[in-house]
């Protein structure tokens, strides 16, 4: 049984993966690099537990089982203290990459850490909680943070072409946005889930549903136009027939080496 309940706990973040592994039309990312994200999404649930911990100790005095209460354990504790280390996560493994070189790339980053993080989670959960929770997880709870990955991954890709591109404002207000943006998914998801009411429950599936298909319909647009999203290195605007970049590989991780290649 525990085997079971070990392989149900892990099976919706694997399809989810393999889902947006071949979304990515343009060059496949190393079967490495995407297992490192998914490790480092795991590991990120280490810090976020101890911000949680910290950042409910500020609770200043709402009850449980109240809206205030939901509000705040919700935004202020689970999608702030997630969502950053998430992020950080995902910056420290995969914005140096030489392999990051189309903006399909963040998605797929993005997507990998927060999978990690939710399989980690779903594994503790799952196996503690039998087999309803591992359905309802894989359902709403592991695929909740696979939306939050591609939001995320959308804006960090954005932030890393115009990073490349040297507009650095343009790059810190979409790296915002990849923190923002998914916090709100993930407050307003959570909020719902500890209201614990008919209503909110009816909502939260609704959200859900709502959410399936506005993060399918992102990941195609964005898998669909990819080819025509590469990064290049000292260009102030998209080229279509200047290629793509070719790296040095001994310096895989030093960007001023990178160039272009036809």
């Given at each position: 049984?525990?085997?079971?309940?070990?392989?149900?706990?892990?099976?919706?973040?694997?399809?989810?993966?393999?889902?947006?592994?071949?979304?990515?039309?343009?060059?496949h990312e190393p079967m490495g690099l995407i297992f490192k994200l998914v490790?480092f999404g795991a590991i990120s649930c280490i810090p976020a537990m101890f911000?949680?911990?910290?950042?409910?100790?500020?609770?200043?005095?709402?009850?449980?089982?109240?809206?205030?209460?939901?509000?705040?354990?919700?935004?202020?504790?689970?999608?702030?203290?997630?969502?950053?280390?998430?992020?950080?996560?995902?910056?420290?493994?995969?914005?140096?990459?030489?392999?990051?070189?189309?903006?399909?790339?963040?998605?797929?980053?993005?997507?990998?850490?927060?999978?990690?993080?939710?399989?980690?989670?779903?594994?503790?959960?799952?196996?503690?909680?039998?087999?309803?929770?591992?359905?309802?997880?894989?359902?709403?709870?592991?695929?909740?943070?696979?939306?939050?990955?591609?939001?995320?991954?959308?804006?960090?890709?954005?932030?890393?072409?115009?990073?490349?591109?040297?507009n650095h404002g343009k790059a810190l207000s979409n790296t915002v946005k990849?923190?923002?943006?998914?916090?709100?998914?993930?407050?307003?998801?959570?909020?719902?889930?500890?209201?614990?009411?008919?209503?909110?429950?009816?909502?939260?599936?609704?959200?859900?549903?709502?959410?399936?298909?506005?993060?399918?319909?992102?990941?195609?647009?964005?898998?669909?136009?990819?080819?025509?999203?590469?990064?290049?290195?000292?260009?102030?605007?998209?080229?279509?027939?200047?290629?793509?970049?070719?790296?040095?590989?001994?310096?895989?991780?030093?960007?001023?080496?990178?160039?272009?290649?036809?």
């Amino acid at each position: 049984m525990e085997n079971t309940l070990l392989f149900l706990a892990l099976l919706p973040g694997i399809i989810i993966i393999i889902f947006i592994f071949r979304k990515d039309k343009v060059e496949h990312e190393p079967m490495g690099l995407i297992f490192k994200l998914v490790l480092f999404g795991a590991i990120s649930c280490i810090p976020a537990m101890f911000l949680e911990m910290g950042m409910g100790g500020l609770n200043p005095g709402f009850k449980e089982g109240t809206v205030e209460f939901a509000v705040f354990e919700a935004f202020a504790v689970a999608a702030l203290c997630e969502e950053i280390c998430k992020f950080v996560l995902l910056r420290l493994g995969s914005w140096r990459n030489r392999n990051f070189d189309y903006r399909f790339d963040g998605i797929v980053y993005g997507v990998c850490v927060a999978v990690g993080f939710a399989l980690l989670e779903n594994v503790l959960y799952v196996m503690s909680s039998g087999l309803e929770t591992a359905v309802m997880r894989g359902i709403l709870a592991v695929p909740l943070h696979a939306f939050c990955g591609v939001f995320m991954g959308v804006f960090y890709g954005a932030a890393k072409k115009a990073s490349i591109e040297g507009n650095h404002g343009k790059a810190l207000s979409n790296t915002v946005k990849a923190l923002i943006i998914p916090m709100l998914i993930h407050g307003f998801y959570d909020m719902l889930a500890f209201m614990q009411t008919t209503t909110s429950s009816i909502i939260l599936l609704v959200f859900v549903g709502f959410m399936y298909i506005v993060a399918v319909k992102c990941v195609n647009r964005y898998s669909k136009d990819d080819w025509k999203a590469a990064f290049y290195y000292n260009s102030g605007e998209f080229n279509e027939n200047l290629g793509r970049l070719s790296v040095d590989d001994n310096n895989e991780d030093d960007i001023s080496q990178w160039h272009y290649r036809p």
